[in-house]
């Protein structure tokens, strides 16, 4: 059963949800060439039922997929990269009266030069997507080591995109859109970073600023059905700063890793779809300008202690930026344990306290997220 939302005090909404997975990998090396043949199947199956809206959904979905990368390592430093992936999927929900399925294809083509100080990449995709194809999706990319006998980089990426509507989005019931346009973005990164390491202490130093200006940008907003639905914004302007910071140390036999993230990010609708729009050059809704996550481990022997810290920044809930969800700060900490039963394999348990300060959020607008609450894992794992 679902919670209801905060405005009501019993929606009888239920949703049941059954998946099944499964991957095989292989990997190796052969004289010059590097490759890795991934294969995927993953098969879903949801049932929604809302009495008071009167909603009996059924979703199934089956996708298979199969990729192979390799690199071909040539002479002078120069590697030559193709990736290939094959993928069919299939849909079927309540509101559509037919099965549906495409097959996309997807092929990567690039070079790579290593210079002693200075890397430089250049690559085309080609994708088609069920009838759609896209012949030219260029990017190129650099890093330079600035000094010498330091590990100071500065990075350079740009290219341009295709992001095309998934079954979800064309399909989900209630809320899937079959009119739904593919994105197209043109993006940009700069960044530099800096690594650090002294006896038994390493710093890793990392600032990255982007920009990207997507046409057709999809997005899901909330309908006055009362249930979701992607649409195409005219264009969207995104752009923002990610810092990081990682250290590892080791104190008596203990092993730290600590890592800080912080974004800051601005992504703006730039065009009307009417006259009457009031979200020209304001804050997509749900897109949070700041975002703070800070994690701590100690490891001794085959026990891990974790704490984790998530801030999230005030989010917009209405796409004229007059009413917002407040900002939240989460912790959660969590202890494992692994455990070796042979050469080949082992396995290992942990406990964990999500939202251990009881903190009352809301992700979206009137879902009351979980206060505190424990998780229990076991895993097994065979090489």
Known sequence: MLPPTMQVSFNDENQKDESLRALIEWKGLTGNLEYKWINSMVKNKLIYTNTLAKINSKSNSQLINSKLFTKYY??????LSNNISIEYESAKSD????????TNYTWLLGLTKNFKRLNVNAFNRFTQIGTHSQLFSPSAGMSYRLLKHKQLNIKLNAGINYNYPTFNDLYWSPGGNINLKPEQAKMSEFGISYSHKKDQTTINIEGTTFYAYVYDWIIWQPTINGFWSPSNLKEVENKGIELSLKAKTTIRKIKFVSTINYSYTLSTNKKAQSDFDNAIKKQLIYVPFHQINYSIRGMIKNYTLSYNYNYTGKRFMSTDNNWYLPANFLSDVSISKRFKT??????????????????????????????RNYLFTLTFQFN
């Open 74 to 79: 040539l002479k002078h430093n120069f590697f």
């Open 342 to 371: 042979s050469k080949k394999s082992n396995f290992s348990t942990s406990f964990k306290v999500n939202n251990i300060f009881n903190q009352d959020y809301q992700s979206i607008a009137w879902r009351a997220m979980p206060g």
């Open 95 to 102: 509101g559509y009266s037919a099965l549906h399925n495409r």
